[in-house]
């Protein structure tokens, strides 16, 4: 077994040599099978609402509607990709009824944030056909 590196990769000159006391990749499976992210496109309906913020249509491929608030007046609204990568960002006054084009976003699951101005954060999934 001394061929086989551990859970912390091989050992190195200076260092003591990796565990081998748990396996890796169960432990890695194990997370991730009791953890759910719930992504399937089953997921998402054709209007999504998300507390305060409502998305529609979804899915689509040229823009989407997005109904805030109306107790709030200024909001910054983040759309991010699959990655984390920040697609599209503005902000907004004064308006309840928003229109944005997602004409230049890749084909995928999007997640659009909104930061109202006490600090309270929405997020609603869409699809991007």
Known sequence: MADIPGPGGNQTANGDPPSISLNATDLIWNFFISHSLNCNLSSINEETTSKEIKIYPNSTSNFINVILPQENKNFNIIIYNSTGE????????????IKIS?????????????FDENGAITTAKFIKQ
């Open 102 to 114: 997602i004409n230049k976003l890749s084909k995928g699951i999007y997640l659009l944030t909104i």
């Open 86 to 97: 920040i697609c599209f960002k503005e902000k907004i006054y004064d308006n309840i009824d």
